[in-house]
């Protein structure tokens, strides 16, 4: 294993967890882990960022966004009242 491997893994184990534990946001966990592999050199600051302009993550986010609005809303609370 070289030592990039085991900073990322390093990385990915502690982010899992923190993901596990759920006393931080998961928003806070993964780029705390960004930037630590960032730091770390693991990977180039120049392409960091790139990945939040994929069409996926900006679906996940958009997702994410609207299933709080309907939680707040109370849509999921109809919805399930319904269903039992």
Do not use: C, N
């Not at 630590?36 to 069409?55: E, K, N, Q, T």
């Not at 986010?61 to 319904?82: P, Q, T």
């Amino acid at each position: 294993m070289t030592a990039d491997q085991a900073i990322i893994f390093a990385i990915l184990g502690l982010s899992l967890l923190l993901f596990m534990w759920g006393r931080w946001r998961y928003d806070i966990v993964a780029f705390t882990a960004l930037i630590l592999a960032v730091i770390s050199g693991v990977v180039p600051a120049d392409l960091a960022f790139r990945g939040f302009g994929h069409p996926a993550v900006i679906t996940v986010a958009a997702v994410l966004v609207l299933s709080r609005g309907f939680e707040h809303a109370g849509v999921v609370d109809w919805i399930a009242e319904k269903a039992l």
